[in-house]
């Protein structure tokens, strides 16, 4: 059987599609060179962060608003907890300002009419004693976020699609695209074996611009660091004396979870610019600067965990756009292809919605959330545009904000 789409790369934006499209009347075929979910893979690891949050982008904010919906449907027709709903603290180095990432995102969240709650800096050391509250002396909790069990979500998501009977060819490398007289055809496995297709939609992550080299101008991958850390108090990471966080994350890039219900760890990573990988080639490894700035954040700012073990560390591939927004549309020179790529660092939240944008891309469908995802023309010395992310971790020189934190 030729399937009518075939979708190289099983991790969210794969998944998502594959359902989308199946249900939608196609037959699907995914690929991907590894388990699922692949250990290698940014939609892999124990958590990611649920958040509407992006400061004065309101467009975002709706989609998110839309996503958190979905994740809570999830939860039902999944029968399982996969999104954890715990809140989520955003906090802020001095007062909160206009012009801040905090501020803005507070502010929007004040105008979508959600409930939100301002803290001050007694209000933060008594509700959340683990936290320096000189330091971080004001900000907000917002009931409605908190944090999705990553790895878990793509076994589930994987377990579904098959149920629905979409095929997966698992364990093999995908080394090119294939077309005939300027129509993709299919892919070419690195074991030679050729898989048809009537269309390709290329959901590879950080191997998106190793296979589509055209797109290497406009997407470079990094590693970010992420730590596992296992406190000497787990009771004092539990919610509600500790929730899923950004410190002052456009500052600093730093945000991190409550205790792993399962795994017994709080994990901490950095949104920040990150270190430059192939990942084909080079090793993904922590290394020490980066631990040390990681014990120096926790010194600043939660100071009982300074000194607690790392049980685990790895980079996180971020497959970025320059812009910083997702790259979602129908390859305009190369007919049949569709590209769902470019998470950024901050696509996996977006999973419920994700797969609905991919199919209308495919399809050629109007959509206007497709707008700021579509095949585009960038500068090399474009600026991340996604207000989030923090542009100065140690190391790095690519430094631009847009949006200050404050």
Partial sequence: ????????????????AALELGARGHRVMVLDQGSIPHPLAASTDISKIVRVEYGPDEAYMALMERAREGWLRWNEELGQELYHEDGLLMLSQGPM???????????????????????????????????????????????KGGYAESGRVVAALAELARESGIAFQIGQLVQSITEDNGRVT?????????????????????????????????????????????????????????????????????????????????????????????????????????????RAFLAQTLPDLTEAPLVYTRLCLYCDVLDGHFWIDRHPQRQGLTVASGGSGHAFKFAPVLGSLIADAVEGKPNPDLHRFRWRALDPATVIEEATRYQGFPGNSRVSRKVSEA
Avoid: C
């Avoid at 059987?1 to 998502?16: A, C, H, K, V």
């Avoid at 410190?247 to 990150?274: L, Q």
């Fill in 186 to 294: 299919g892919a070419r496995l690195a074991n030679g074996e050729h898989v048809a297709a009537r269309h390709v939609v290329v959901a590879a992550g950080a191997w998106t611009p190793w296979l589509l080299p055209e797109l290497r101008h406009v997407m470079h991958v990094v590693g970010q660091p992420v730590f596992h850390i296992k406190p000497a108090d787990p009771e004092r990471y539990r919610p509600p004396h500790f929730h899923t966080f950004a410190a002052a994350v456009s500052r600093t890039g730093w945000y991190g979870f409550s205790i792993h219900p399962r795994e017994d760890v709080i994990k901490i990573a950095n949104h920040g610019v990150g270190r430059s990988i192939d990942p084909l080639h080079d090793e993904r490894r922590v290394d020490d600067a980066q631990i040390a700035s990681l």
């Fill in 97 to 143: 300002s206009p012009g801040g990432f905090t501020y803005e995102s507070y502010r929007l969240l004040q105008k979508r009419g959600h409930e939100v709650q301002r803290l001050d800096a007694d209000t933060i050391a008594r509700r959340y004693p683990a936290w320096n509250a000189q330091l971080y002396n004001d900000g907000y909790y917002n009931p």
């Fill in 1 to 16: 059987m030729t399937p009518d789409m075939l979708i190289i790369g099983s991790g969210i934006f794969g998944l998502t």
